[in-house]
Every structure is written in structure tokens, then in C-alpha cells.
């Protein structure tokens, strides 16, 4: 190695090592990347937790749909050219 590159790199190394991050500075940046680490999974858990939620409602609608089908169905009557469904059935 040059000289001149390790008569500047000594002191850089030395001054980067212990003197830019003071015990203070490590705490403060460990907590604030604690922090960001569990709003991340935070975040991460609740967009999985979300999608179950969404699955779970359109299965819902599915389920309430056949049953309104089948209650039309079953109320309904074939006239001549029409089909007519009579409200008063539906709620029996």
C-alpha cells in the first residue's frame, strides 16, 4: 500500500470506528429500526389477515345468493309466456 493512501486511511478508519457513532447515536438507531422492523411485519400480517377477511366475505355472498336463487325458484310460477314470482311466497 501507497504512503500516501495509508496516511489517510489510518486516520479515517479511526475516526469512523469511534468517534461517529457515540453510544447515544447506536441506541436511537437501534430503536428506530426496532420500530420500523415491527410496523413492517405489523403491516405484513395484517395485509395477509386482510385477504382471509375478503375470502371469507365473498364466500359469504356465494352462500347468501344460492339461497335467494333457490327461494326464487322455488316460488316461482310459469305462466304462459312469463315468468312470474309471487313476493307473499318468498317469505314463507
Same mark, same amino acid.
Do not use: C, W
Given at each position: 500500500?501507497?504512503?500516501?493512501?495509508?496516511?489517510?486511511?489510518?486516520?479515517? %478508519?479511526?475516526? *469512523?470506528?469511534?468517534?461517529?457513532?457515540? $453510544? &447515544?447515536?447506536?441506541?436511537?438507531?437501534?430503536?428506530?429500526? !426496532?420500530?420500523?422492523?415491527?410496523?413492517?411485519?405489523?403491516?405484513?400480517?395484517?395485509?395477509?389477515? %386482510?385477504?382471509? *377477511?375478503?375470502?371469507?366475505?365473498?364466500? $359469504? &355472498?356465494?352462500?347468501?345468493?344460492?339461497?335467494?336463487?333457490? !327461494?326464487?325458484?322455488?316460488?316461482?310460477?310459469?305462466?304462459?309466456?312469463?315468468?312470474?314470482?309471487?313476493?307473499?311466497? *318468498?317469505?314463507?
Amino acid at each position: 500500500m501507497p504512503a500516501f493512501v495509508s496516511k489517510f486511511t489510518v486516520p479515517m %478508519r479511526r475516526f *469512523l470506528g469511534h468517534h461517529i457513532f457515540s $453510544s &447515544l447515536t447506536r441506541r436511537i438507531l437501534f430503536l428506530n429500526l !426496532a420500530g420500523l422492523a415491527v410496523l413492517v411485519t405489523g403491516i405484513l400480517y395484517l395485509n395477509t389477515f %386482510r385477504d382471509g *377477511l375478503i375470502d371469507a366475505r365473498v364466500e $359469504s &355472498l356465494m352462500t347468501q345468493g344460492e339461497i335467494i336463487a333457490g !327461494a326464487i325458484a322455488a316460488s316461482a310460477t310459469v305462466e304462459t309466456d312469463s315468468i312470474s314470482i309471487d313476493p307473499e311466497k *318468498l317469505l314463507e
